[in-house]
Structure formats: C-alpha cells, structure tokens
C-alpha cells in the first residue's frame, strides 16, 4: 500500500480542527484502506493513562490538583483519582482493553529530592496494588526520583523486576535538567539494562523559558500557551531532540524511548532535521532520521488529528507508533473511534491497537 496516496483524500476539510469521522472514513474507502470487518474484536492497549495518589495530591501535585478545581475540573479529579469499578467501565464502554498507567503530570521531577524519593515509591506502590487487583486490564510505569539518578535506577529495578512494571515515564526536565545531561546516566543505562523504554511524557519549560517566550499575556493565555496549547509539545520535542544530539542513543544504542501526541511535532521537521544536522555536524553515528526510526515509538494520546497522523505513519511507519487515550484529558471513545477510521491496513491497525506495544512491552 502507498501511504501517500492516502494524502489528498484524508485532507479532505483540512482546515479544520479536526476531520470528522465520517469523514476520514470516507477517505479510507476512496483510498483502499481497511476498516476493521464489522463484528470483528480489535484488541486495544493504551499507553499515556494518568492517576493520582494520595501522596501526589498533597505533595509535588499540590499546586496542579489546586488549578484544576479552580478551574472547575471536578470530575477530571475524580476520574484521576478512579482506578478501580468506574474506569473499568469506561474502558469496556470505549473497547479499551488494557491501560498502562503512570503517575499524572507534573510528576515529582520538580520535587525536592527526598519527596521525589518518597512519593515515587508511595506512587509506585500504590500503583503495583491497582495491578494486582486487574492484572489482565491494568499495567504500570515507574515514577522515579530522577534527580536521584542512582537511587532512581534502583527504583527502575525494583519496580520491574520485582513489581513487574513496564518502563518508566519521565515528566520532561528535572529543574532544567535534561536526560542529555550524563547526570542521568545511571537511569539510562539501567533502562537500557532491564530492556524496558522509557515515557517522555510533558511538562512546563522551565519558569525562565516560560517567562520570555510565553509570558506578555493575560494570565489565562499565557498559561495555555506554556503548556497544552503549545509549550507542553515544543519543549517535549526539544527534549527529545536534546537526547539525540547529546550522544544518549549512541552510548546507549539499544534504549527506547515513546512520546506522545504523535510525536511532539518532531516528525513534521524530521527531513529538516536530517539535512540540516547531518553526522558531519553532529558527529553522531547515525543520520538524525535513523534515531527517531530505531529508537523512538509514538502514540496518538489525545492527539485524534488525520492530518497530523499520517504525517507520523509516512515518516516512520506503522511498526513505531501505538494507540493511546490521554485519560482523563483525552476521550477513550473518541480515540477508540479514530483508530478505526485510520486509513491503514488490518494488518497495520492491528500492530497500532495492540501489537507494537504487546512486542515493545512485552504485555
């Protein structure tokens, strides 16, 4: 199948947000592309699924659980806050499968260190239970002290081979610090040890950032711009971009790492990048282009967009990229409902749904 054909029928309506999804599957039956058969089981693992403890709530995610009731987010509270009967629900109503959970954002990379070392393992903890009770519907990722590399890797460790986590995600820097840094390296030489990825999941830039790129606003805008409306994404392909160039996966050839939100815009610049950062500017090993293809994997988490999906699949294809929800940010139903109007193969919606992450993950 020529997934280039598939562009001037999905973009049909382009300028809006988002097509419909009677649109896109339109687009689907005008290019060839297979919808799932009707009655047909499709399988489906999520991979960027958030909740909260008690510990978070009255520690390093104070100041976030205290917006979101300001802003009227009760029910997003609540349904952080449900791992249990209710979630379960939710999924059986959207076909959702299986939910690898992981600690809500801001994590505790911003955390003093000794409340990142003790609410990680509260989190962790908390979160091996919830699994326990599920073990066919839920499975975890570690939140680590990062800022404690080496009691982080220890952590990493336990959580996997004791607790049976998948990986760990990672909430963006660590008060400026990136995973470039070879501060962190005991985390990725460990990640890369246990064969486990790691989830480089958002966070603010830091306040210096945030203050001259995103600040000049009223309150409310500037907020959104710094983070979901933008900042959130940028400074995640940053990151990602910094790890790169910062030699991460040429000392550590066989680590893994997933972003979400197709990609935080990294793959529409890929072809830029690859020219303009060549190895003979880099000096790295490997073409820009060949570490964002064998060393990282995507997810759609909330990001239900045509146009931005097959942007993804055109730069580095169906084996890399894995179904996602962004719970409670982002609707189960609605993303459930644009992974079975993505104009691919059965073949290829299958390895999307549940495949690629049941390999990456061993789940």
Partial sequence: MNRRDFISAASVGAASTAIPAQTFAQANR????EAPKSGAKLRTITLEEHFVTPGFIGGPGKGFIDALRQR???KILAQLQ???DGRLAEMDAAGIDVQVLSLNAPGVEQAEVSEQVAIARESNDFLVDVVKKNPKRFAGFASLPVAAPDKAAEELDRTVKQQGFKGALINGHTRGRYLDDKFFSP????AEALNVPIYLHPTVPPKQVADVLYGGFAPQVSAAFAAAGWGWHIETGVHLVRMILGGVFDRYPKLQVVVGHLGEGVPFM???MNRNLSPAVTKLQRPMAAYLRE???YTFAGFNFPATFLDLLLEVGPERIMFSADHPYGSMAEARAFLDHIPVSATDRERIAH???EQLFKL
């Fill in 187 to 190: 985390i990725l030489e460990r």
């Fill in 295 to 297: 060393n990282v994997h």
């Fill in 355 to 357: 495949g690629n992450a």
């Fill in 30 to 33: 005008e290019a060839g592309a």
């Fill in 270 to 272: 890929l072809p830029r």
């Fill in 82 to 84: 449900d791992v249990g």
């Fill in 72 to 74: 009227g987010g009760a």
